[in-house]
DNA sequence: ATCTCCTATTGACAATCATCGATATGTTGC
DNA sequence: GCAACATATCGATGATTGTCAATAGGAGAT
């Protein structure tokens, strides 16, 4: 479940780039994060997003209910979210269950000009 | 000019829905804001988006430089960022300007969680 | 070991999309 | 009116994507 790296984070979990409010992005920084975009920019996938946002753990057991869609389709759009880091999954048993990385959620905010939380 | 609205804003600029680390979306709402992340979610769209942010106003034709593609392409993403709300374009003579709508951005950034400034 | 259950991968297909050349629309200046 | 320029639209094409049935991989239970 390794997680790849689309919108590059430093040691210090500070972000590549600056908010787009303040500076524009060079070609590479937008191609480097536009794929988390991308990762939202499905309605099955931005509500499996919501889904796990929303409560500490989900099992994928408990996803394919609520979107509507095949076994096959849901670790889909799971590996998506996970490979643009938005998600990480822990398999225990036989079940994986799935968080959000609020590290890449704060960056994601932060690129769409977040004032910092003093 | 006009812009539809997938992410709906009520009369107050207030969202439609709760940031997605209180409440899951449904489906439908999923489905409203899932084309704004979408227009972001392009490379192209994502560098000029950024590219208007960053300074007030931008003309078009300043556009097409930066990223590298022809003026038909570039007047394709900018009308489906304008179509997702994130930009709004005000045609001055010859030249249109496009500026950003800061309303949809606190939208986008609300839905991501973001801690709502006191 | 075998069976059962959960998840991931493969293969295929229809649909969507990014791109550009050509053309149309509309505006400015002469 | 006419020429020059900025932008939008059309048509076509190659690439990407969302989806599911079928299958494979792995973990617990008996």
């Known amino acids: 479940m390794a997680i790849r790296n689309p919108l590059p984070l430093t040691s210090n979990d500070t972000v590549c780039c600056a908010p787009v409010t303040e500076q524009a992005l060079s ?5 480097d994060i536009a794929p988390v975009f991308a990762a939202l920019g499905d309605p ?3 509500q499996l997003f919501s889904l796990i946002a929303a ?3 989900s099992c994928s057991c408990d996803l394919e ?3 509507q ?12 979210l ?3 880091g938005l998600i990480m999954g822990d398999k225990r048993g036989r079940w994986v ?6 590290v890449r959620l704060a960056a994601v905010r932060r690129v769409l000009g977040e004032v910092p939380t003093p």
């Open 97 to 102: 269950w799935w968080r959000v990385n609020p």
């Open 82 to 84: 996970a490979d643009a």
């Open 65 to 67: 209910g609520p979107v």
């Open 27 to 31: 070609s590479q920084d937008a191609a």
């Open 44 to 46: 099955v996938r931005l």
């Open 55 to 57: 409560s500490e753990e």
């Open 69 to 80: 869609r095949s076994q096959p389709t849901v670790s889909h759009h799971t590996k998506i």
